[in-house]
């Protein structure tokens, strides 16, 4: 006996774009109602739903709505609300609709490989799933509202390339295979820390009355702490093999996107005179006097060399100059983080200390492309220069101002390159589109995982991975460098061997990610789990 479908909840009634809060009320209350103004007259048929093409992208975002709908909207879709959009049937995850596409795209996957693999044998009846995805999503704004907050040029340029700088330069202790009660208690306490970091979040994100639903918390938390942290994040993904696979696609990407592309319909032009097309001239081809080439003289050809680069040198002069000055009408730095400070969501007994800001220049990621390139010993008189040429430039006033320091003309430049071209609304779509990509291929579990590739195989993907990354280099700089090709692919594996060793890998990943949770989530770095759970009013 099949159970009828039921209305959908007046709680799960999407409301419009809005800013992201981190009230501890419940989300239900929070949800409006929104009725169609439009019913689909009765003389209307139904238009059948359009089939896909077998080579139709699963990126896209007609599969991807496809997708959403299916899973979270089965219940809820009729016909006047398969017109409607996605952001009008599900209750919003952040202020963009393109975030909020890919993380649903995610939640469905999620939702249908290990939520749906039990509860649909219990009941047909969505409403314990409308009540995960109203979680989730109140946990997301609160997300966005603390992201707002925080310096994340210092988070991404700074703190996270001082980790994998040491990642590179120290190594950490490794279980002894051989002794199985190591790993085996190894493996214990990454289950355990995973819990308590997940647990932690949910402790800070989530309203009370959901937070005491303790068969709902646990739910989320062993499936964000194993299968997304755990059987994901601290699985495959780890290994050297699938970094340097991983590399060498991107790599591909970015060769595909620089490339113009054609539409393989290009008109062929005929530059044959009329006496060569017709056989009464000999072929340019086979004319055997000296080319245009041939006679040119070496003082034209350094005219139009001097021509180009000067060209090129008035391009980038004229993109410096109105760089700075659209820098100078920004807000300054110092006048951001204090703002930052005083809007942060902790509410401390004592005054909190002063939010001291490092320059752009003095950054760990200048540092780390320094380690990767070896240039203290490759080249230590040019990592000399560098580094002095950073310190007069950061310490010593030119013209009575310091032009790196903080504030500075440069550091203002700077900042305003990196919040023009790496606009996180421009950027996070399609990093969540290539991370649903890769964790669910074909918006599904992976298949079990097979064996790794022979030595032999990670050795051929290594070696195919530098030569993809020496493809980024030109010429004239291997010249610079005293290198051939093959030398400098030889040197290039030799820095990709660091991503060899999938434990240490595993840890870097931990460690990148409790950074990033305790800088969104300082109350973490302050309180324990317990501790939390008892300031909200949760007894553990």
Not at 126 to 136: D, H, L, P
Not at 163 to 190: D, G
Not at 458 to 467: F, G, H, N, R, V
């Amino acid at each position: 006996m099949t159970q009828p479908l039921l209305r959908p909840p007046i709680t799960l009634q999407p409301r419009p774009k809005a800013n992201p809060t981190s009230s501890s009320s419940s989300i239900g209350s929070q949800i409006t109602v929104k009725t169609p103004q439009h019913s689909r007259a009765p003389s209307e048929t139904r238009k059948a739903p359009t089939a896909l093409s077998p080579a139709t992208p699963i990126t896209t975002d007609k599969v991807t709505a496809l997708l959403i709908r299916r899973v979270l909207c089965s219940q809820q879709t009729s016909a006047p609300d398969e017109a409607r959009p996605i952001d009008e049937l599900l209750p919003p995850l952040s202020s963009s609709n393109e975030i909020d596409l890919q993380l649903y795209a995610i939640i469905a996957i999620v939702v249908k490989e290990l939520v749906y693999s039990w509860y649909g044998k219990i009941t047909p009846d969505q409403t314990f799933v409308e009540e995960v995805v109203r979680i989730i999503a109140h946990c997301t704004r609160a997300l966005e509202e603390r992201l707002r907050r925080i310096d994340l040029e210092g988070l991404v340029f700074d703190e996270i390339p001082e980790l994998i700088e040491s990642h590179i330069l120290a190594l950490s202790p490794v279980p002894e295979p051989s002794l199985e009660t190591s790993t085996t208690l190894q493996a214990k306490h990454e289950a355990d820390y995973r819990q308590l970091l997940v647990q932690g979040a949910l402790a800070v994100l989530l309203p009370t009355e959901d937070l005491e639903n303790a068969c709902l918390r646990t739910l989320v938390t062993d499936v964000m702490a194993e299968t997304i942290l755990g059987k994901s994040i601290g699985g495959r993904v780890c290994e050297g093999w699938f970094i340097w696979t991983s590399i060498t696609k991107l790599v591909d990407e970015v060769k595909a996107l620089s490339k113009p592309r054609t539409t393989g319909e290009e008109i062929e032009v005929d530059t044959r005179s009329r006496l060569e097309k017709f056989g009464l001239l000999s072929e340019r081809g086979d004319d055997t006097r000296p080319t245009m080439d041939g006679r040119r003289s070496t003082v034209s050809k350094v005219i139009w060399r001097v021509l180009q680069y000067g060209y090129l040198a008035i391009i980038g002069l004229q993109f410096i100059i109105s760089g700075l000055f659209a820098a100078s009408s920004e807000p300054r730095r110092s006048s951001w983080s204090r703002k930052a400070a005083a809007d942060s969501p902790i509410v401390k007994t004592t005054e909190a200390p002063a939010v001291v800001l490092r320059p752009l220049l003095d950054f760990k990621i200048f540092s780390l492309l320094s380690t990767l390139l070896d240039l203290s010993f490759r080249m230590p008189w040019l990592c000399g220069s560098i580094a002095l040429l950073q310190h007069h430039l950061i310490q010593s006033p030119l013209f009575l101002i310091r032009v790196g320091a903080v504030d500075g003309l440069l550091d203002q430049y700077l900042h305003h390159l990196l919040t023009t071209h790496l606009n996180p609304s421009l950027l996070i779509p399609s990093a969540l589109s290539t991370i649903r990509t890769t964790l669910f291929p074909k918006n599904a579990l992976p298949p079990p995982v097979p064996d790794p590739p022979s030595p032999e195989q990670q050795t051929e993907l290594k070696c195919k991975c530098a030569e993809a990354l020496c493809s980024f280099f030109p010429d004239i700089l291997n010249r610079a460098a005293g290198l051939s090709r093959e030398e400098l692919v030889q040197e290039v594996e030799l820095e990709l061997d660091v991503w060899s060793d999938a434990y240490l890998n595993k840890h870097l990943a931990y460690q990148i990610l409790e950074l990033v949770v305790v800088k969104i989530l300082p109350e973490m770095g302050e309180k324990g789990v317990k501790e939390l759970m008892e300031a909200r009013g949760i007894e553990v």
